[in-house]
């Protein structure tokens, strides 16, 4: 079964809420109806100016608010299917413009942001890059605390091989860098620069978390491409190559047990509210008591798991949410959310129990707007923003937030969404007392 089913050519579909991620099952009922070839929304951005414009948004934040730090890169804009550029229309959903369109709307809100522009690793990075793998093989992961020639680079590397079998960021390097490969699955292709830019999405993660921990009263988010929580401590799939979430949660919980910060991590919390079960993240973190994972995702769907609300894992950390086709806000979405937060916060059913968590990491999709042509929930855009009101509403003051970009295919919807998210975390933000560091 394939996240984009845009590489089956031509099946009987009548409406745009079909393009959900295909089973063999339904390939086979659909081939038997007449063939309509669809231009799906994310290939109609170039008619329409890329996107709408956006409602200001900075109106409604307090001026006191402080504001919320951005992390971005110019290198999440490489990495896209081989043969295409810029200049093309994206045949793909998880394209460059995604990450574009974003930092435009984010512009245009005239919310109070702080840009962070994350540099670049040294170059040659294919060089440097094997260099590292061949020292965490014959030494170890706490080698590279020692490299001094790239030690950003080492870092996203020690942290990602902590999390990821090293056999699997080897074979990254090794199929771009040395096969020349265009393609791991039907839906996950590389390019010359598929590892670097998956690394600098690690390291944004990273530096974004790092920066919380230290001021909690702002709030940070990562504008980073290629996604993160399909990515399995051994594989790469669903567009994703490694699982940045999760990394930058194991990475936390190692520097607190070192004593690195001023008051231990005892408690993380992931949510992801992207439209598929981040089986990856899932994955990456069922062994680790100190991590919560909670997620809200349309089921039946893409990758098809995240489907049994009473599975939570061997450690019970583990709370997923699956909703059906059709899903929106009014109808299902929100009262599924409110008790996700019940999940997310305590780890109990109940609204009223405080916040245990230190660290909270958002996995933000934005797949289950109604526009998306990948999904079938029906969120719109200023959903997002009560969303990420509740959230930070029902979190002590104290607690850092990181919101992380992982899907989200409607290039004429997802800027506005990232914009009400941030817009509803500041006004959140700005009701709680100042938090105590």
Known sequence: MSVYNQFVPSVGIENRTSLRYLTAHHVRNLATQPAVRLRPRFLSVRRVGWARPLLRLRSEVPATVHGADIYHSPLFRKHWPYGEDLDDEPQHPECPHRVIVIERALHESQLPLHWHEVPRFREPFAANCAKLLKIVEASGLEALEKETEDPALAR?????????????????????????????????????????????????????????????????????????????????????????????????????????????????????????????????????????????????QYPMTGGNPNEHGPKHNIWNFPLPAGTDWHNG??????????????????????????????????????????????????????????????????????????????????????SQTIQGALRARAEQPQAVV
């Open 333 to 418: 979405y929100a009262e599924a959310y409110a008790e996700a937060l019940n999940r997310l916060c305590s780890g109990t059913d109940r609204s009223d129990v405080v916040s245990d968590l230190d660290l909270v990491l958002v996995s933000a999709g934005y797949d289950a707007l109604a526009s998306d042509p990948l999904a079938g929930l029906h969120l719109k855009p200023s959903d997002y923003s009560e969303m990420a009101f509740q959230l930070i509403h029902r979190l002590k003051p104290s607690t850092p937030v990181v919101f992380c970009l992982e899907g989200g295919y409607d290039l004429n919807a997802i800027g506005e969404a990232v």
């Open 156 to 300: 996203a590397v020690r942290a990602a091989a902590a999390v990821h079998f090293l056999d699997h960021i080897a074979e990254i390097h090794r199929l771009v860098h040395v096969r020349g490969a265009t393609r791991i699955d039907m839906d996950t292709y590389l390019s010359d620069d598929t590892l670097e830019v998956a690394l600098m999405a690690t390291r944004a993660a990273l530096e974004a978390t790092d920066a919380a921990l230290k001021d909690p009263s702002r709030l940070a988010f990562v504008v980073s491409r290629p996604p993160g929580h399909h990515a399995t401590r051994a594989t790469a799939m669903g567009f994703c190559f490694l699982s940045n979430v999760a990394i930058a949660a194991h990475e936390v919980l190692k520097r607190s047990d070192k004593g690195e910060f001023s008051r231990p991590i005892t408690r993380i919390g992931i949510l992801d509210f992207d439209v598929h079960h981040g089986n990856g993240t899932e994955d990456c973190v069922r062994q680790q008591e100190r991590i919560r994972f909670v997620s809200l995702h349309e089921h039946p």
